[in-house]
């Protein structure tokens, strides 16, 4: 990939895949609301566009001129914290994520990347539930996102694939998720505490996710969706107890202190087998490895 665009641009993902995009010699035009957070220091070869997307006109007007082999699409509003729950918000996620869709046929790039994450599937629970937690709210957005740019990316003839990202941890990740959630009361010497946590889970490793996000973009795909996993899945449980362990501080592993939220994925779900045929292993990090260096880094 020679000239890339990726929207979110200053986030958590959006900045480790423009570094990975800078290191193997690409030209970026990186859109986000601001980049004071530091994420991202000038270089040669990076275009910071500071803007709010708002529709595919405006997007498309603020990027340079040229021929772009990839846009990758990560800007979401409410990834995390009391907006994951904010329908108002939500609702303009997927607004946006279609202006996109429509702004890469503008630009005339032939491949279009979306962030999705393994949470749509938890809408798979809702008849279920009587009750949902606030967070359903994203992953209700995310598969309305996903079903809504299928169908309009085939309407309109805009190449593109759904990445669908298994629940993802690493140094700088901050996500409230249950590794983020565990370290840091486990940091404070606090008990971390859970539902039953008996499902099937899958956590992936930042630098991991990003290889296969990365390889995707000019790989031969030969589907609209890909799952990016560990192909490690085991039972809830299991991970918080390794996290506990590496820390020592298994006591501090409230398992069945909280009620069962009643969302539950199957383990089909977390198949990588589609995505290995077409990008080769990219899995490199277990999970031990990977906490003992999201802890070792976090401190640093
Ligand atoms: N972090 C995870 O664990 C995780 C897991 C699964 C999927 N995802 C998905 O990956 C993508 C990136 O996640 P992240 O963790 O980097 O989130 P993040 O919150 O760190 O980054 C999102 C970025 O999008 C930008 N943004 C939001 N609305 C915008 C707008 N209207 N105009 C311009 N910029 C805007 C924000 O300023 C922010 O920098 C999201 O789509 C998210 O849903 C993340």
């Known amino acids: 990939m020679k000239n890339v665009i990726v929207t979110g641009a200053a986030g958590f993902l959006g900045s480790t895949l423009i570094k990975k995009l800078l290191e193997n010699g690409a030209k970026v035009a990186a859109v986000d609301v601001g980049f004071d957070n530091g994420t991202l220091p000038d270089q040669e070869n990076l275009t910071k566009i500071s803007m709010q997307l708002t529709d595919a006109e405006g997007l498309a007007g603020a990027i340079p001129e040229g021929e772009y082999d990839a846009f990758y699409h990560f800007a979401w509003r409410g990834v995390n914290g009391p907006e994951k729950a904010d329908p108002d918000i939500q609702s303009e996620n997927i607004r946006l994520t279609l202006a996109c869709a429509k702004a890469a046929k503008m630009l005339n790039c032939p491949r279009l990347l979306i962030a999705g ?4 599937r938890a809408v798979e629970s809702l008849l279920k539930l009587e009750k949902t937690t606030g967070g359903m709210m994203y992953a209700a957005a995310k ?3 996903h079903q809504m740019a299928e169908t309009y990316c085939k309407y309109i003839g805009q190449p593109f694939i759904w990445m669908q990202f298994a629940n993802i941890y690493g140094p700088g990740n901050h996500t409230g998720n249950l590794v983020s959630y565990t370290l840091d009361q486990l940091g404070k010497n606090e008990e971390a505490q859970y539902g039953p946590a008996e499902q ?3 956590f992936i490793f930042v630098d991991d996710l990003i290889e296969a996000v990365y390889r995707l973009g000019d790989a031969a795909w030969d589907r ?3 799952y990016i996993g560990s192909g490690d899945p085991r039972q809830l449980k299991d991970y918080l107890r390794t996290i506990g362990a590496i820390k020592r501080k298994e006591n501090l592993i409230g398992i069945g202190k909280r009620p069962d939220d009643g969302v539950t994925y199957q383990v089909e779900m977390f198949d990588i087998t ?4 077409t990008i080769g292993n990219y899995v490199k990090t277990s999970f031990e490895e990977g906490v003992v260096r999201t802890i070792r880094e976090n401190k640093a």
């Open 274 to 277: 589609p995505l290995v045929k």
């Open 143 to 145: 598969n309305a996102a």
């Open 224 to 226: 609209t969706g890909y």
């Open 117 to 120: 994450t393994v949470a749509e």
């Open 200 to 202: 099937p889970y899958d």
